[in-house]
């Protein structure tokens, strides 16, 4: 039963990025608008290497392989993202309210992250064991 529930769990996860990372390529001009609207700078190489990233980590934690490693480095992107996008702070009203509840999931994503990395076995983690 563990077993089963951390492979859902992880595949859960990748779908997560999995499916975002595919509609950054898909549309395109939304994601470089609100980028933009957030005054991001390299707005194209950043989605881009953003897309192409968290596509690749789905499929490698799909395929269970360098999981601790692939979940600390979206871990990373999530913590990124969550300051650059979805900055309830400068938001007022429904805008707010839905920035802050996004800012909010994303902290569970991160936390499901570091988990799923910190039950990694070494062998399939990417990193030493200590």
């Known amino acids: 039963m563990n077993l089963a529930l951390i492979i859902s769990g992880r595949v859960l996860l990748a779908l997560y990025f999995l499916l975002p990372g595919i509609m ?3 549309s395109w ?10 005054n991001m700078v390299m707005i194209p190489v950043l989605l881009a290497a953003a897309g192409a990233f968290e596509i690749l980590a789905a499929l490698a934690l799909m395929a269970n392989k360098y999981t601790a ?3 600390l480095m ?20 429904i ?11 994303n902290l569970a994503i991160l936390a499901g992250l570091l988990v799923l990395a ?8 990417g990193l030493k064991a200590n």
């Open 24 to 26: 950054k390529f898909v």
């Open 118 to 125: 910190g039950h990694s076995s070494p062998k399939e983690s």
């Open 69 to 71: 490693l692939v979940s």
């Open 74 to 93: 979206l871990a990373g992107l999530v913590v990124l993202i969550n300051f650059s996008l979805h900055d309830f702070w400068n938001y007022s009203g």
């Open 95 to 105: 805008e707010g309210a839905h920035e802050m509840q996004n800012f909010i999931k």
């Open 29 to 38: 001009d939304m994601h470089l608008a609100l980028m933009a609207e957030h």
